[in-house]
């Protein structure tokens, strides 16, 4: 049962160009969702998150977009720099006792090429 | 802010064995939590801790895992009777409650193999 599908598994993008990566979600119960960029050999880093009230949420070259009727987001990094390289991961929080119960997608490795 | 530090960051263990993984959390963050990562997969929930109290566990925690957070600082987490399955990356965050804008601050992980 995956809540939440990530179905690219890599992309790749000339440095300077936009990024979209894109996830699905199937629980109409999330209530925010978050971005995060994993390294190899440490752990997921935050990066930019948007609340279920809201469509968009911009900071600096990342842009998370929401579509509810679509049960659909995507992260837009504009414009592409080598460091975005790294595996990107959506995650969905499920109300409960307002813990950060986290339902993660299978992650997107993004490469950004010179 | 050191950040959130797991040990040891590999751990080869032969089936049958027991192993403990330590996190230790940033240190003014009340919440900590314990996620599992396997290969080609995002991470998933496990359980938590609001400072000393387990406050809810995954059903994927089957009743050889066991995971403590005394005095609300670092936690532990055991595995009893390994098995090949249980072979994977365990990550371990923590917060600070403030609301919707919580954020998860991970370690780097533990990765287990198991022979």
């Known amino acids: 049962d995956q809540q939440v599908k990530q179905n690219s598994p890599s992309l790749s993008v000339q440095e300077g160009r936009i990024s979209i990566l894109n996830c699905d979600y199937t629980?109409?119960?999330?209530?925010?969702f978050l971005w995060y960029k994993k390294y190899p050999a440490e752990g997921p880093t935050f990066l930019i998150s948007i609340s279920s009230i809201k469509d968009k949420n911009e900071d600096g070259r990342f842009t998370v977009f929401l579509n509810k009727s679509a049960k659909h987001l995507s992260l837009h990094i504009v414009p592409s720099q080598p460091g975005d390289s790294a595996v990107y991961f959506c995650a969905a929080r499920r109300p409960s006792r307002g813990a950060q119960k986290l339902v993660f997608g299978q992650g997107t490795r993004l490469t950004i090429n010179p | 802010d050191t950040g959130v530090s797991q040990d040891p960051r590999h751990k080869i263990t032969k089936r049958g064995q027991n192993v403990t993984f330590r996190c230790d959390p940033i240190s003014e963050h009340n919440r900590l939590y314990w996620y599992r990562q396997t290969l080609g997969q995002g991470p998933e929930f496990l359980t938590y801790f609001q400072n000393e109290a387990q406050l809810e566990k995954s059903r994927l925690l089957s009743d050889r895992f066991s995971a403590e957070r005394p005095k609300g600082s670092f936690s532990t987490l055991e595995i009893q009777r390994t098995e090949q399955g249980d072979s994977a990356m365990y990550l371990c965050?923590?917060?600070?409650?403030?609301?919707?804008?919580?954020?998860?601050?991970f370690g780097s992980g533990t990765q287990l193999s198991v022979l």
């Open positions: 965050a923590s917060s600070l409650r403030t609301g919707e804008n919580e954020k998860l601050f």
């Open positions: 629980n109409s119960m999330f209530d925010y």
